[in-house]
């Protein structure tokens, strides 16, 4: 018998099962309980692209290994409390607490798992530092035709860790500084594995990563004090993420820059927003004077407009763009965000701290300019006589 935590197991489960799912095969649907009398339970799954392990300490007087549904046991599991007792009758596992007693069938279904081979160590993050490399996730591509771009893609210096995403039209870009490993690494994740990574990592926590061989690449999740040890492995894209072209469009359009522009975030997005109300992708950004403005294009709704909460310095500039490409990098900053615009046929840059994205502009023909209150009235030369 195996005797734990109702909140251990209940907090080991739902880590562990989210590389769960249901499908056809029966193997991606399942845990396997793995415990001997050492008192380490191990909680494994495997979606088909992501392996995960969870390991939590429990009381038992004999070894037990066996395959379950996983959601159906997480399920059952929230319901109890307290003391709970897992034992082996027949061909079904039992789940005792208090008075309940509830029955799941076995499924004698092999499932890839973590085992305790032997891990390369190639840094540690802690987690406040992973999340804040996560924010460039919404960049990265979710069209199935540009597998090369549905990644994330980390390089780790041994002093400084680069995270970079890109769909074509916009790309993200974070750096932190940490302790790394002595020879330059480069690694793309799958984007559902990393999607599923930053659920499970918290600030307190610390993540290390480690590989156990060629594209194949291990996080391992833990955290002493919520007593939290959670390891996923995945094997990394073999294609070629063009990284060195986005550092490139990066320099090119911080070196071409002819405005720059300080804005709160809180007074963008709220303009974002309007921009979205009415009905319209379409944002136009201007500055005049050090001002800085923004507006929808016109739709058969109407048009809004406002003035940003920033300033602006260097030349006058207006440009076109997407306010979903906008809100994505808006939503990685907090505070003021820097945002630097060359000619408006060039690629836009906004920046805070350690954060970069680099949005492509939109071209729009025909389009008048929202404010066309900032251009000068022209004098002909007879008015000039007159006067």
């Known amino acids: ?97 208090s008075t309940n007693r509830t029955t799941l069938r076995i499924v004698d279904e092999p499932i890839p ?8 160590a190639i840094a540690t993050l802690s987690g406040n530092i992973f999340r804040s490399l996560m924010r460039v996730l919404p960049f990265a591509s979710t069209d199935i035709a540009r597998a090369v771009l549905q990644v994330l893609h980390l390089t780790l210096d ?12 916009s790309a993200g870009h974070v750096h932190e500084s940490i302790e790394g490993p002595t020879e330059q690494t ?17 600030d307190r926590d610390t ?10 690449y291990i996080f391992q999740i833990t955290n002493l004090d919520d007593s939290k040890d959670l390891t996923l492995a995945t094997v990394t894209s073999a294609e070629n ?7 490139n469009l990066i320099g090119e359009a911080r070196n071409s820059t002819s405005a720059h522009l300080n804005v709160k975030q809180t007074s963008l997005m709220q303009s974002i927003r309007m921009v979205n109300a009415m009905g319209t992708q379409s944002t136009f950004i201007k500055t005049v004077d050090g001002v800085v403005k923004i507006a929808s294009a016109e739709t058969d709704t109407g048009q809004a407009r ?6 602006a310095s260097g030349e006058d500039a207006q440009v076109w763009l997407s306010a979903m490409f906008l809100k994505k990098a808006v939503e990685a900053c907090k505070g003021e965000l820097a945002i630097r615009i060359a000619d408006g046929k060039k ?31 022209a004098i002909t030369l007879p008015e000039m006589a007159m006067a």
């Open 1 to 97: 018998m195996i005797t734990i935590q109702q909140d251990a197991l209940h907090a080991a489960l739902n880590a562990v099962t989210r590389a769960s799912l249901k499908s056809s095969l029966a193997a991606f649907s399942l845990v396997r309980l793995d415990v001997k009398t050492d008192g380490i339970l191990r909680l494994s799954c495997f979606n088909g692209e992501t392996a995960a392990r969870a390991i939590t300490n429990v009381a038992c007087d004999e070894e037990l290994s066996v395959s379950v549904d996983a959601l159906t046991l997480k399920a059952v599991v929230e319901t109890l409390a307290n003391e709970i007792r897992l034992m082996i009758e027949h061909n079904s596992l039992v789940i005792k607490s």
């Open 241 to 247: 993420f063009p990284s060195e072209q986005i550092m």
């Open 306 to 311: 406002n003035i940003l909460e920033g300033t």
């Open 186 to 202: 480069s690694i793309s994740l799958p984007l559902s594995f990393a999607k599923l990574l930053v659920t499970l990592v918290d």
């Open 158 to 169: 041994k002093d400084t860790i680069t995270v970079q995403s890109a769909d074509g039209y």
């Open 347 to 377: 690629p836009i840059l906004i920046e805070a701290g350690s954060f970069t994205a680099v949005i492509m502009p939109m071209m729009v023909e025909g389009t008048k300019d929202p404010f066309p209150e900032d251009e000068a009235i």
């Open 113 to 120: 798992v973590i085992g305790d081979e032997s891990f390369q």
């Open 207 to 216: 993540v290390r990563v480690c590989t156990t061989g060629d594209n194949r």
